[in-house]
């Protein structure tokens, strides 16, 4: 458990957040959660000198990153137009704006913590596995996001194990979720809720 030492106390913040204190608290204590896990992940950062920011790996993640991205996009749209009203939103820029930290800071834990401490708790394919298991558990009991979330991770995990530059994975991040956003009705997706507020939802 010892490779585990950042990602447990991770997963244990993001659980008690998601299922005790979220339906309990005010959504100012939101702000707080993230300020912990990122600080976990920065220690690590700083303790293993791995900041997933590698220039060689740049171009290569980017056009991983794209390959999984463009067709995910179309194929995010196409369904969810077919599924449904197309919700209306007023300000793509502004989302995206919020989007791209939001998703960078994701990506940051994901790969410099869940998925090395996951591959040095089983091995290079396994981590990977374990990974995106973890990352999709986290958006339980959503039924359209832990799955959607899961196949992601794994294609995301893959390009960083290869080419270990999350900023590309932020952007496939941050454009997959924009396309979900405005392309399928808030029932379906249970407005990206997760843990009790989804079923507070329902």
Not at 49 to 68: D, K, N, Q, T, V
Not at 78 to 104: I, K
Not at 181 to 190: E, N, R, V
Request: charged share 10%; proline share 7%.
């Amino acid at each position: 458990m010892a490779e585990l030492r950042f990602t447990l106390p991770i997963v244990a913040i993001i659980f008690l957040y998601t299922w005790v204190l979220a339906p309990r608290t005010p959504r100012s204590v939101s702000p707080l959660v993230t300020f912990l896990v990122l600080a976990l992940s920065i220690w690590r950062a700083v303790r293993t000198g791995e900041w997933g920011l590698r220039r060689s790996a740049l171009w290569p993640a980017l056009r991983g990153a794209a390959a999984f991205t463009l067709p995910t996009v179309l194929v995010l749209c196409v369904v969810g137009s077919t599924l449904g009203a197309v919700p209306r939103r007023a300000n793509p820029w502004g989302d995206l704006a919020f989007l791209l930290p939001w998703a960078a800071g994701q990506q940051f834990a994901l790969q410099t913590v869940l998925l090395r401490e996951a591959q040095a708790a089983t091995s290079r394919r396994q981590g990977i596995l374990l990974a995106a298991a973890v990352f999709g558990a986290l958006h339980l009991p959503n039924p359209f996001l832990a799955p959607v979330t899961l196949v992601a991770a794994l294609a995301w995990c893959w390009i960083y194990d290869r080419h270990p530059n999350l900023l590309p994975l932020a952007l496939s991040h941050a454009f997959c979720t924009l396309a979900i956003l405005y392309c399928f009705d808030p029932k379906i997706t249970g407005r990206l809720r997760v843990g009790y507020s989804y079923l507070q939802l329902q």
